[in-house]
């Protein structure tokens, strides 16, 4: 700790994970353990055979890598350190490290809404302007829309840790969550959090509003487009195009809408904690399995691929 004035600045955090469930530690360990493995594992194969496989070099697999490899950092950004504190008996973060995870976890996050987006914008393309959609999604296009989903999201993330670092901690430095995040710091602050209490809800309203519209804006000509085709199995075959990702649009908005919702109505620290871990390490899990469950064109790659190793 280091002395200014009459205030004590913090130089550590100390993190109480699921240190209130001692009877199920053991058994939390070896679910975390395994699910990490099972994300990070299920995203590299998906990333690897997209890679591998000149048939999935198009605009909607180049988004799905893309997709794969935020998971891959998004879950890494909080879990292994979680791990490692299981073995520890006081789970401390320095102040440095916990700005700088909450800072990877922050952009990872808005990345992956902004390329959920782009990859909405990809499904109109593809099905309202069929005949264009070549010249529409060219490679450097899609690279610029990958880019500036990173970009986004380092903006938005840094936006916050800057307003973030304009708060003291004199203690208490208590953290009753598995990793650092927004709201339990805001409460552990001796200053005002209004400015970035503001500073949140602009960017959480800019961010939130402007994807959601733009998704909603192209489902909306998408269905339009579907409801002109006559043929049933036309219009079946066009929806599971766009099911995989009107489910991982619908699984990433709900669990964040419902933080935002439960951290401004002051939820209890057990609900946050749920709720972060189904956003937090279910949904980076079951994404690489939505798009890849009823997805032919994965299914013929993964048939390819296992041609190809057995003329080895």
């Not at 070549?134 to 500036?148: E, N, Q, T, V």
């Not at 489902?219 to 036309?234: E, F, P, R």
Request: hydrophobic share 45%.
């Amino acid at each position: 700790m280091t002395l200014e004035g009459n205030s004590t600045e913090i130089a550590y955090f100390i993190l109480l994970g699921f240190s209130d469930f001692p009877r199920i530690l053991a058994a939390l360990f070896v679910i975390f353990l395994v699910t990490y493995i099972t994300t990070v594992t299920w995203n590299l194969c998906l990333i690897i055979l997209i890679r591998m496989d000149s048939h999935l070099h198009t605009p909607m697999y180049f988004f799905l890598s893309n997709l794969s490899f935020i998971d891959i950092c998004y879950i890494t950004s909080t879990i292994p350190r979680m791990l490692f504190s299981f073995f520890q008996k006081q789970q401390t973060i320095t102040f440095v490290g916990c700005m700088f995870q909450y800072c990877i976890f922050s952009t990872m996050g808005l990345s992956d809404g902004c390329l959920l987006t782009a990859m909405a914008y990809d499904r109109y393309a593809a099905i309202c302007k069929p005949l264009l959609y070549s010249s529409i999604m060219s490679p450097s296009l899609c690279g610029r829309m990958a880019f500036g989903a990173y970009l986004a999201g380092l903006c938005g993330s840094l936006s916050q840790l800057c307003a973030l670092l304009q708060l003291h901690f004199c203690g208490p430095n208590v953290i009753n969550h598995f990793f650092c995040e927004l709201p339990q710091l805001l409460d552990l602050s001796c200053t005002d959090t209004f400015f970035v209490q503001v500073i949140l809800a602009i960017l959480s309203m800019t961010y939130g509003i402007i994807n959601i519209l733009i998704i909603l804006i192209s489902y909306i000509y998408i269905v339009l487009s579907i409801m002109k085709i006559t043929s049933a199995k036309g219009r079946s075959k066009v929806f599971n195009t766009c099911a995989s990702h009107m489910t991982a649009v619908s699984l990433f908005y709900i669990s964040v809408i419902y933080v935002y919702l439960n951290s401004s109505s002051g939820g209890s620290s057990s609900i946050d904690r749920i709720t972060s871990v189904l956003y937090n390490v279910v949904i980076p899990m079951l994404n690489p399995v939505i798009y890849s469950l009823r997805n032919r064109d994965i299914k013929d790659a993964l048939k390819r691929l296992q041609k190809k190793r057995g003329y080895f």
